[in-house]
T-cell receptor, first 116, second 116 residues
Framework: NAGVMQNPRHLVRRRGQEARLRCSPM?????VYWYRQLPEEGLKFMVY????????ESGMPKERFSAEFPKEGPSILRIQQVVRGDSAAYFC??????????????FGPGTRLTVL | AQKITQTQPGMFVQEKEAVTLDCTYD???????LFWYKQPSSGEMIFLIY??????QNATEGRYSLNFQKARKSANLVISASQLGDSAMYFC?????????????FGKGTKLTVNP
């Protein structure tokens, strides 16, 4: 009964490198959300995806950040040319989207990104 | 404008006592959902309880209950019989299904400390 899986749990990158964060939703869930949490802050929405579709990317920075959720495999959040300000915890959540109005988002354990 | 306000940065409670964590929200949408999540020091986000805007009854889940006052736009979390393991950050969140997206908007959180 696996929950939302994220890997890696911790990621260290030097400025200018690329970071790839992976998220496998809960079994039966077809909707994925990415959030970012800065230290001492609440979570901030980044992007909402369904299989092969980006539904809402209103929270994504315009440059260097991209996300995908392919037909097969996990969802990927990609950060190119990382900067120190990208250091944060990145959480993935998934939901079933039954249309019942009670679609709870269940979160993964997060990936802690540190940019040196 | 702040959509979710948690006015208590930190709260203390004695073990076995009840505690209320405040949350007020702002929306003009008649259909919305309110969520509480717990984030222990290990960092994961744990779903606690959900309240829909059309729900007639206050939500309850074990020792957690939600004091939903729609006219006041408040959705306070009540934890009864506090346990040491309840010490954590607690986040209130709201979902507004605008334009098909179901992103969550989070408050800044309340740090709860349960004293023995």
């Amino acid at each position: 009964n696996a929950g939302v899986m994220q890997n890696p749990r911790h990621l260290v990158r030097r400025r200018g490198q690329e970071a790839r964060l992976r998220c496998s939703p809960m079994k039966g869930h077809s909707h994925v959300y990415w959030y970012r949490q800065l230290p001492e802050e609440g979570l901030k929405f980044m992007v909402y995806l369904q299989k092969e579709n980006i539904i809402d990317e209103s929270g994504m920075p315009k440059e260097r950040f991209s996300a995908e959720f392919p037909k097969e495999g996990p969802s990927i959040l990609r950060i190119q040319q990382v900067v120190r300000g990208d250091s944060a915890a990145y959480f993935c959540a998934s939901s079933e989207r039954t249309g019942s109005g009670t679609d709870t988002q269940y979160f993964g354990p997060g990936t802690r990104l540190t940019v040196l | 404008a702040q959509k979710i306000t948690q006015t208590q940065p930190g709260m203390f409670v004695q073990e076995k006592e009840a505690v209320t964590l405040d949350c007020t929200y702002d929306t003009s949408d008649p259909s919305y959902g309110l969520f509480w999540y717990k984030q222990p020091s290990s960092g994961e986000m744990i779903f606690l309880i959900y309240q829909g805007s059309y729900d007639q009854q206050n939500a309850t889940e074990g020792r957690y209950s939600l004091n939903f006052q729609k006219a006041r736009k408040s959705a306070n979390l009540v934890i009864s019989a506090s346990q040491l393991g309840d010490s954590a950050m607690y986040f209130c969140a709201m979902r507004e299904p605008q334009g098909g997206s179901e992103k969550l908007v989070f408050g800044k959180g309340t740090k709860l400390t349960v004293n023995p």
